[in-house]
């Protein structure tokens, strides 16, 4: 299937370089691919391949490539400084594509001399805003049993969606993790990344996690950054700004594979809204320009919404996220009456939309189908 941001991409790079980052095997590499085939002479170049190192290092390619795809190159010694020289240097008619499974917008971050040099697009799994673009059959009961990365969502074997899962998860801890950063308790993150599978949507206490793997609380923190870097979880963090007593500052942690969660079928159906809406907000930055966020409320009373959409630091609209129940939550309610921000509950399973005391109660593919990418 042809991913939704392929055009938006081929526009890009005929301005800047473009950095393609996303998690393992959300089809990054496919995608790229796919773009090369638009141009007469591309090359692509993994720094995970020893020849391709060789030639990236030597930039040893035809003077004629018009696309030069290089995959990976985080992992490259210096790999910032390389990119500014290639781009910078480059003729006029060669185009440049960088991948990888790691965070590459942390360029954003460092103010470094990449600056102005590079458009970002973020490769998320699929969605139903996505399959319906690009007229890809779906269902939610679909997304929930195999998630969204594109090798087991199109599969026919529902046990092949479980082998590449299990192979996912080897290769995530034992390659990618060590790859990234030397790990001195490799034991250690990987029970951190067990206890995180069955606390999702819940605030995450780095001491309380330090305390069960037996490590101090900074180096819990230390390595759920460093699965956050490597595209494996994300964080959501509480909204303060305007919303008295929303003071807890735990964040709440999901999964870029809704099939890594261990939970019921609540907990799974809110992570995969969870990611449905942060695809949401990078397409909101990265195409648009945007000031959005995402956010959760929580109050010292207790009262609490699963989300919040912000933008420019003020909410846009709160979202609740319920399986089954469509009688509105009272937290939503509380938030809605105190502060007026337009709210919905989003409904997995409803026979009948409706409005109630100006809360909207929508069927979750009806939301989630309409989300921006």
């Known amino acids: 299937m042809e991913r939704a941001q392929k055009k938006a991409i081929l526009r890009d790079l005929q301005k800047k370089m473009v950095l393609l980052a996303g998690p393992r095997q959300a089809g990054k590499t496919t995608l790229a691919k796919e773009i090369a085939k638009e141009f007469k002479s591309p090359l692509y170049l993994t720094y995970d391949r020893a020849e391709d190192r060789q030639m990236i290092r030597s930039e040893a390619w035809r003077a004629s490539t018009d696309l030069l795809i290089l995959d990976e190159i985080h992992k490259m010694p210096q790999w910032k400084n390389y990119l500014k020289g290639i781009y910078d240097t480059k003729p006029n008619h060669r185009s440049i594509l960088v991948t990888g499974s790691a965070r590459l917008e942390i360029f954003n971050q460092v103010g470094d001399s990449l600056a102005g040099r590079?458009?970002?697009?973020?490769?998320?799994?699929?969605?139903?805003?996505?399959?319906?673009?690009?007229?890809?059959?779906?269902?939610?009961?679909?997304?929930?049993?195999?998630?969204?990365?594109?090798?087991?969502?199109?599969?026919?074997?529902?046990?092949?969606?479980?082998?590449?899962?299990?192979?996912?998860?080897?290769?995530?801890?034992?390659?990618?993790v060590l790859d990234f950063e030397n790990i001195q308790n490799v034991k250690a993150i990987r029970l951190i990344f067990d206890l995180l599978r069955r606390r999702v949507g819940s605030p995450i206490s780095y001491q309380?996690?330090?305390?069960?793997?037996?490590?101090?609380?900074?180096?819990?923190?230390?390595?759920?950054q460093i699965l956050e870097a490597l595209y494996i979880i994300f964080r959501i963090r509480p909204y303060s700004k305007n919303i008295a007593r929303s003071l807890l500052k735990e964040p709440k942690i999901y999964f870029f594979d809704t099939g890594l969660v261990e939970g019921d079928g609540g907990v799974i159906f809110e992570n995969f809204v969870a990611l449905c809406l942060l695809?949401?907000?990078?397409?909101?930055?990265?195409?648009?320009?945007?000031?959005?966020?995402?956010?959760?409320?929580?109050?010292?009373?207790?009262?609490?919404?699963?989300?919040?959409?912000?933008?420019?630091?003020?909410?846009?609209?709160?979202?609740?996220?319920?399986?089954?129940?469509?009688?509105i939550n009272s937290s939503l309610r509380y938030f809605h009456q105190k502060y007026g921000h337009p709210a919905v509950q989003v409904v997995k399973d409803l026979r009948l939309e409706k409005v109630e005391g100006g809360i909207e109660i929508v069927n979750a593919d009806t939301f989630l189908s309409m989300l921006d990418l």
């Open 279 to 327: 695809k949401h907000v990078h397409a909101k930055i990265d195409y648009q320009a945007e000031q959005y966020n995402l956010h959760y409320l929580h109050t010292k009373e207790k009262q609490e919404v699963d989300f919040a959409l912000a933008k420019d630091g003020h909410i846009e609209k709160m979202i609740e996220v319920k399986l089954t129940n469509h009688s």
């Open 118 to 176: 590079f458009f970002l697009h973020r490769l998320m799994p699929l969605s139903p805003a996505e399959c319906k673009l690009v007229h890809q059959e779906y269902s939610i009961d679909h997304f929930l049993q195999r998630g969204g990365f594109p090798e087991p969502f199109l599969c026919k074997e529902s046990v092949d969606a479980k082998r590449w899962r299990l192979q996912y998860v080897d290769s995530l801890l034992r390659v990618d």
């Open 208 to 224: 309380s996690i330090a305390e069960d793997v037996g490590v101090s609380p900074n180096t819990v923190k230390k390595y759920i």
